[in-house]
């Protein structure tokens, strides 16, 4: 998710999930080639396994984005066919390259060329485009992708609009179609299905993995971080399951204040490019709001990171204790 999952974001996430993997931004191609590498490419390695998403169509540009990829070290280059906005579609990539499957076919047959079995090469798709709804569009989509050696599609279970609709309406107002994703997997049984769009729970992931191999959540993961608190248990049987309460935000919010500080000593980051990908830890708890306040209030920034920590906490207890009185 462009501007969200930054590498911060990610170390945030890998606390709380060991096993899950987890994705870039989207990188353009452009960026890659002519930008700031490491601002774009590094990370920290507890964040493995990790996808490198990138955004582009030139094959050959594609190909020197697998080459860093890994060079760099990911476990996975994932391409973008299924971001609906417009500056992405003034580059000529996301979702409007659903309307050109000979281009991503040639995209990634480029890249499985630079990466042979080093990595894999993977498509986040639509279900379709605008008004198409058909089935035999997006199945005639993967089909063609497939015979390039791409073996997994990671498929959001709404159309894209390319015109009328914002970003965020386009992950809000084309109806998700789950038949449609489950329908690929009966028809390419061969192929890795990861369904994407509208999960919020654990029981509705575990309800899709009766019939397709993967689920994606995104938004949901971000707001609500301790919706990731028991899927290693769940879905990899690693350990047990940690109880969500109180102690349990409190431990993630001080390994983050280390990670903080580290990254301040190291590289000048404010702590408030970090911070920001906290504030949905105490969601749904007494007092939360009024955490979320402190830590955004601008006038704060100036101050060390662990004063702000004290600030939040004691308004967010002040908060909770009125609640319980009134």
Not at 140 to 157: K, L, Q, R, W, Y
Request: net charge negative; aromatic share 8%.
């Amino acid at each position: 998710m462009m501007d969200w999952t930054d590498r911060h974001c990610r170390y945030f996430h890998r606390l709380i999930s060991r096993h899950t993997r987890l994705y870039t931004e989207m990188v353009t191609t452009g960026a890659l080639l002519h930008g700031d590498l490491p601002r774009h490419l590094d990370f920290d390695a507890a964040e493995q396994p990790l996808a490198l998403q990138v955004g582009g169509s030139e094959p050959a540009d594609l190909a020197q984005a697998a080459r860093l990829a890994r060079q760099w070290g990911y476990a996975e280059i994932n391409l973008n066919c299924g971001c609906p906005s417009e500056r992405v579609q003034r580059g000529a990539f996301g979702a409007c390259l659903m309307a050109e499957p000979a281009l991503v076919h040639d995209g990634v047959s480029a890249m499985r060329a630079v990466l042979g079995d080093d990595l894999p090469v993977t498509v986040k798709h639509r279900i379709g485009i605008d008004r198409v709804e058909r089935y035999d569009f997006v199945r005639d989509f993967v089909g063609t992708v497939a015979e390039a050696g791409c073996s997994v599609f990671i498929v959001h279970a709404r159309n894209a609009w390319l015109q009328g609709l914002s970003p965020k309406e386009n992950r809000e107002l084309p109806p998700l179609r789950y038949s449609l994703v489950q329908r690929l997997k009966l028809d390419f049984p061969a192929l890795t299905v990861v369904l994407n769009g509208g999960v919020t729970t654990d029981d509705q992931i575990t309800e899709h993995l009766g019939v397709v191999d993967g689920v994606m959540v995104g938004r949901e993961a971000y707001h609500h971080p301790s919706t990731m608190a028991a899927w290693d248990a769940r879905f990899w049987g690693a350990g047990e399951a940690p109880t969500v309460d109180d102690d349990w935000r409190l431990g993630l919010e001080q390994h983050m204040l280390a990670y903080i500080e580290r990254e301040l000593a190291l590289h000048g980051t404010p702590w408030t490019h970090i911070q920001r990908h906290m504030l949905g830890l105490w969601n749904g708890q007494p007092g939360a709001r009024r955490w979320r306040q402190v830590w955004s209030d601008h006038r704060l920034k100036a101050l060390p990171v662990r004063e702000v920590a004290v600030q939040a906490h004691a308004a967010r207890q002040g908060a909770a204790a009125l609640a319980v009185l009134n």
